[in-house]
């Protein structure tokens, strides 16, 4: 995986015969209280390593695009005017500062069903985002979500209960927990594999030390936690990357053991 090139709103990479492209759809500042210890209560103290702003925990929120050149795939899609926060809903001027054509990208794949990761398929004026979108993939127990805004794109929804290809390259890899359907993406190339995720991960500074901690919104924390050990372990191979919608953008990082955890190394400098 290599760097390069970024500007306010993206970070290019070259990975293998791919171009990876990070989007930052902006950023949601939640409470610290959201962090859950193995008993599902709220940590007692936060380690002084995490940040806060203006006394909370400031998430990026990150899409990601991929293509070889002829077929393309975007995975999230950020949240349009869902989240009613002007510091979201940024993914279509990433886009056009990129240079990805909206028009291009046939398929969107969904790691989640929550607005900050599927809304920005409709813009805010209710059109669609994407003009020749033919697939939209979900995890089976996340396909409910598209009704009322996102209606207009449910009949080219396909959802998927175990693993599944989405192409030559890249693989539907079901990781419930956060929610039922939540999913990982498997991007493969000459250069190993990239594992996109979306809320595996919300806190980097504290979670990738601290793999038990959870999060208040996972809708099963023990089913969440597990999933993240597992993925935390996969990606501490040789030659696989992580892509997460919650790490600092442009969110892109290799993953290593440390002591009891893990350590994060990002592979671009921070954008946004």
Avoid at 51 to 73: C, E, H
Avoid at 149 to 163: D, I, N, S
Avoid at 219 to 231: E, I
Wanted: hydrophobic residues 40%; negative net charge; proline residues 6%.
């Amino acid at each position: 995986m290599r760097f390069a090139s970024s500007g306010r709103l993206h970070a290019a990479f070259d990975f293998g015969d791919l171009r990876v492209v990070s989007l930052r759809d902006g950023y949601i500042d939640m409470p610290p209280s959201r962090l859950r210890d193995v008993h599902g209560c709220a940590l007692a103290e936060l380690p002084h390593a995490v940040p806060l702003v203006g006394g909370n925990l400031r998430l990026s929120v990150n899409a990601f695009f991929i293509t070889d050149g002829t077929r393309s795939l975007l995975v999230d899609t950020g949240a349009s005017d869902n989240w009613h926060d002007p510091t979201m809903g940024l993914i279509y001027e990433a886009l056009d500062e990129a240079g990805i054509d909206r028009g291009q990208i046939t398929d969107a794949a969904i790691t989640h069903e929550h607005p900050d990761h599927v809304s920005g398929l409709i813009m805010p004026d209710g059109s669609e985002a994407f003009g020749k979108l033919e697939r939209v993939w979900i995890g089976a127990g996340d396909a409910e979500v598209f009704t009322g805004r996102l209606a207009p794109v449910a009949g080219r929804v396909v959802a998927f209960q175990e693993e599944v290809a989405i192409n030559d390259w890249a693989t539907a890899v079901p990781t419930p927990g956060h929610t039922p359907g939540h999913t990982v993406y498997d991007i493969r190339s000459s250069a190993g594999h990239l594992l996109i995720w979306g809320d595996t991960v919300h806190v980097p500074t504290l979670q990738f030390g601290r793999p038990e901690v959870s999060w208040e919104l996972d809708g099963d924390q023990s089913q969440a936690r597990a999933a993240r050990a597992g993925l935390l372990d996969r990606l501490a191979r040789p030659d696989h990357f992580v892509a997460g919608a919650h790490l600092d953008s442009p969110g892109i990082a290799r993953v290593t053991t440390s002591g009891e955890g893990y350590a994060l190394k990002y592979l671009a400098p921070p954008i946004g």
